[in-house]
């Protein structure tokens, strides 16, 4: 357990919170945030952050410190969170990054290619290409400059093949060239990572009793008052798991029951995604099957993983 950088990942409602926990209290450690929805201030219950009790318990950086208003991406949290791992670096602390947001740990491990911000022309110029002519038409535009990205990405994969097209357009360069020319923030060998991958089963019933939870414990007064802002729908904040169907309810769309239903077969949903992404994207990463804080933290301590 001598690694300056713990990398803890995993679906929604896998216990990766009390894992961390566990992981801070056996090394001195920080716990960073490493899930995007847990960014936001006006996402307390929705997002299940950490209680202040569990905060107390140990450090914790990055959690609720973005308002619903803003919308962060990949590339702030990763600068962000460069600040704070440099900070417990140079406190002589572990480092124990927590989350769901698969991306963010690629941004660390891999790199992140800062690409220029895509003019607005550009993307509506590729957009309507896509209108007129559809899929083909835009690989085909794709394929002339960039036949990598034309290959690799899958057919009917809209919002990739869009990505690409308006980089190479705007830019004059492959997304892929891009992409190569990074370094990641963490160097190999000063961190460790794991995935929680537990029985899928039980990981939904973790999921649909959470949901009720969060509707008991405020969830539906929270996104009341995130209505009422009035915020642009297309923010972060606004697309949180759960947030939409318990706005269905308060806007009289939807029964309270109806409700949850939704909200909970949208939260399994996202954990399946999850599931997915780390078991494509983090294969040799050791998995953590246990559910329980207390069965996850012995097998990741017993060096199981």
């Known amino acids: 357990m001598g690694q300056s950088v713990w990398l803890i ?132 535009a794709l394929h002339a400059g960039d036949p990598v990205s034309a290959e690799r990405i899958t057919p009917g994969d809209r919002q990739r093949l869009l990505r690409a097209l308006e980089v190479l357009q705007s830019t004059g360069k492959p997304l892929g060239a891009w992409q190569a020319d990074t370094a990641p923030l963490l160097a190999p060998g000063s961190w460790r990572g794991a995935v929680i991958e537990p029985d899928r089963a039980e990981l939904y019933a973790r999921c649909d009793a959470r949901l009720l939870a969060m509707v008991a414990g405020g969830a539906l007064e929270e996104a009341a008052a995130l209505m009422a802002r009035g915020l642009d729908p297309l923010l972060p904040a606004m697309k949180a798991v759960g947030f939409p169907e318990l706005a269905r309810h308060l806007a009289g769309e939807l029964t309270l029951d109806e409700a949850i239903v939704q909200a909970q077969q949208a939260t399994r949903n996202y954990a399946k995604r999850q599931l997915t992404w780390f078991r494509n994207q983090t294969p040799d990463w050791p998995r953590v099957t246990g559910l329980e804080a207390d069965a996850a933290w012995e097998q990741l301590s017993s060096g199981a993983v």
């Not at 962060?72 to 990763?78: E, H, I, M, P, T």
């Not at 740990?105 to 003019?119: D, N, S």
């Not at 290409?129 to 085909?140: C, Q, T």
Request: glycine residues 14%.
């Open 9 to 140: 990942a995993g679906p929604t409602a896998s216990g990766k919170s009390a894992l961390a926990l566990g992981l801070a209290e056996a090394t001195g450690g920080e716990i960073v945030n490493a899930d995007a929805l847990q960014l936001y201030r006006d996402l307390r219950v929705l997002s299940a952050r950490p209680t202040e009790a569990e905060s107390a318990q140990a450090p914790h950086h990055l959690y609720g410190v973005v308002d619903a208003a803003e919308g962060w991406s990949v590339g702030r949290w990763q600068r962000a969170a460069a600040g704070v791992l440099a900070e417990i670096a140079g406190r002589g602390r572990t480092a124990i990054v927590v989350g769901g947001t698969g991306l963010y740990f690629r941004a660390l491990t891999h790199g992140l290619a800062e690409i220029p911000e895509v003019p607005a022309r550009a993307r509506a110029a590729v957009a309507d290409l896509w209108s007129e002519g559809g899929e083909a038409a835009v690989r085909g």
